[in-house]
């Protein structure tokens, strides 16, 4: 993907994700932008208390994903590298 390109969405995506980590840092988390790759996927990684939360599946889906698929409609798919599996 051609840098100008890449800074571009990244840019984006940090601009969605902002409307949601005021939320994720209220309960001591966040979420960082590890990878957009070519096929236009974003890899998210939770991290702080997100990263062990049960809840986070919840969270990945409900708020995350959906804002970026929302805001920036060139990206086709968002996975998170560490979701805790809810029990």
Known sequence: METIQ???L???IETALNGIRPY???DGGNVAVKEITDDMT???ELIGSCSSCPM?????KAGLEEA???SVPEIKRVEA???TPAY
């Open 68 to 70: 970026i698929l929302r």
């Open 56 to 60: 986070s599946t919840m969270t990945f």
């Open 42 to 44: 974003v890899r998210l």
């Open 6 to 8: 890449a800074d571009s």
């Open 81 to 83: 590298i560490n979701l």
């Open 24 to 26: 994720l840092e209220a």
């Open 10 to 12: 990244k840019t984006r």
